[in-house]
């Protein structure tokens, strides 16, 4: 905290001269309402060619936090920002993260800028990398930007008038990006987040499923193409450097999952060991509002492998991309931060040999580091998020909702509401029958009645039970829906194996 103080707020003027100056650059941030660490701004422009220029301009964390230093060796520690609802601990102490570095808009900015020229077909014919000065002009939000471009909103138009045609620009990128993705094979589950709504005293107002808009896909849609750039860019030079990687499913996954598809009617092609994204992609497509879309989807999920840092460069499976880092939030993570501090030793001529030897010890760490932390940062919030939402149905016992089986297990269901909120119905509580658990297709089977309990079922179910030290959630079914899929028909479970 004492060595962040110390830093140094004005830009000399020295900096400035020796990087690329687009203070007179209409870039702009869109970020959530509430986000204070703003690290990335974007700008666009149409070419004479009919070509797209994409900027990408990120925050220079490097510049302020050096190799070495306290907040360095405190950065490395943390790995990453976590996010708990209503409060962030921080990777960087709050002067660097949600001021010094933030691209905060009418400010002058140290950045690492990306330009890529992309064409219609959504490929980067052509890229530049350089160390930058910004001035941003505008700080939106996804709300803002999505009401302009879904709602036509008039009054948001008149008042970000300058930026109009911009965000058009962009979404028009967005969704050529978003086909050559498709086209590749890349796979997107669309499962819904949750938004916790805290009110003035702390205490939970409402749960309710996050929007993805479409200006939350255009920055994501940024993003990508800017990560996978800078990863093959650097894969070519040979340096070291951490890679995002996700790899192939293993084969008895994509066996058991296989199995799983075929008791709906559907099946994965080709051969399972060396699985291609485009065919699960292809499955995910099929099942596109399905009453089974849910249950597969879960289950194709859990088959995959967690993504990760490496300074091996393997591709990431899931974005079916060849190359891939993590370049775009280096205020919130390490791997980012490390990543710019190879690019500008590169820019500048400081690769020596001997600077790699040391490098190839650096990036190994870090990686290694990042993608345990991150574990630690997920359970961490899912706990608090868990916490949130048991306290929420705390005020709801006896009430009565609609929900869909998320997951069955030996001792019970697993049910979701339209809200996220998950709850148990215990086996033990199902007195109607005797339920025998089949774990190959994911379902419960009543001895006496056959009646099937699965993934994707919907149901209805009454609270029954709140435990909010140990964030469980209890329910009781109530009734099923009558079009569930073999739901009150007789199925002898060998069918279901």
Known sequence: ?????????????EEIKRRMDLRDLKTFTIDGEDAKDLDDAVSIEVLKNGNYKLGVHIADVSH????????????????????LVDKVIPMLPKQLSNGVCSLNPF????????????NADGKVIKYDIAESIINSKARMTYTEVSDILEKDDEKLKSTFSNLVEEFHNAEDLARILMKRRDRRGSIDFDFPESKIILNSEGKVADIKSYERRISNRMIEEF???????????????????????????????????????????????????QIHPKEIQRVLKLIKGTPEEESISTIMLRSMRQARYAPQCVGHFGLAAQYYCHFTSPIRRYPDLQIHRIIKEQLNGKLTPKRSEQLANIVEYASNQSSEQE????????????????????????????????SVTSFGMFVELENTVEGLIRMVDMTDDYYNYIESSYSLVGERTKRVFRIGDQVRIKVSKVNVDFREIDFELVSVKEDNRLVNKAVDEDTLK
């Open 1 to 13: 905290l004492e060595e962040a103080d110390r830093v140094i707020v004005p830009i000399p003027e």
């Open 375 to 406: 574990r630690e940062a997920e359970l961490a919030e899912r706990d608090v998020h868990d916490y949130y939402k048991a306290v929420y149905m705390a005020d709801r016992i006896g009430q009565e909702f609609d929900g869909t089986i998320s």
């Open 223 to 273: 993003m990508l193409v800017t990560n996978e750039t800078v990863a093959e860019h650097f894969f070519w030079l040979q340096t070291p450097f951490v890679y995002r990687i996700h790899e192939i499913p293993a084969a008895e996954k994509m066996e058991n999952l296989s199995k799983f598809i075929a008791t709906f009617g559907y099946s994965l092609k080709g051969d399972l060991e």
């Open 64 to 83: 302020y936090v050096r190799e070495h230093s306290k907040l360095d060796k405190e950065a490395i520690k943390r790995a990453t920002s976590v996010y």
């Open 107 to 118: 400010e002058d900015k140290l950045t690492l800028s990306v330009f890529m020229e992309i």
